[in-house]
C-alpha cells in the first residue's frame, strides 16, 4: 500500500490550491485518512480527517480548508482557500486503520504515511 500526494506547487497569496492523496494496493474504505501539514521548524500538525465518523477539523484550519473523497474512495483532496505565506509546509496524508486509533488527527495515530507535497504561498 502506498499513499501518493500531488498538486502541491508554489502560489500568490489569497490564491486556492488544490492537493491530492491517492492510495495504491488499497481504498480508504477501511482506514481513517488524514491531511498534515509540517511548516519549516515546526512540528507536524493535523489538518483534518476522514473516517466512519465523517470529517473532522482542526479548528485553525475550517473554513479555509476542505477535505473531500473521490468517488472510487481512492484519493481524497485537499481544497485550500484564501492561501495565506504562513500555509507554507510539506502537506501529507497518512492513514491508519478504523479502531486503531484514538484521534486521526493526531500525527501519531497514524500508521503509513505518503512522502508530502510541498506548497509555498509567495507575498
Known amino acids: 500500500v502506498q499513499l501518493v500526494e500531488s498538486g502541491g506547487k508554489l502560489v500568490q497569496v489569497g490564491e486556492s490550491l488544490k492537493l491530492s492523496c491517492t492510495v495504491s494496493?488499497?481504498?480508504?474504505?477501511?482506514?481513517?485518512v488524514g491531511w498534515f501539514r509540517q511548516a519549516p521548524g515546526k512540528e507536524r500538525e493535523g489538518i483534518s480527517c476522514?473516517?466512519?465518523?465523517?470529517?473532522d477539523y482542526t479548528k485553525s484550519f475550517e473554513g479555509r480548508f476542505t477535505m473531500s473523497i473521490g468517488d472510487a474512495n481512492d484519493v481524497v483532496f485537499l481544497q485550500m482557500d484564501s492561501l495565506k505565506p504562513e500555509a507554507r509546509g510539506t502537506y501529507s496524508c497518512a492513514i491508519v486503520g478504523e479502531g486503531d486509533y484514538s484521534d486521526c488527527l493526531y500525527p501519531g495515530d497514524m500508521d503509513l504515511w505518503g512522502k508530502g507535497t510541498t506548497v509555498i504561498v509567495s507575498s
Open positions: 476522514l473516517s466512519t465518523s465523517g470529517y
Open positions: 494496493g488499497d481504498t480508504f474504505n477501511d482506514n481513517a
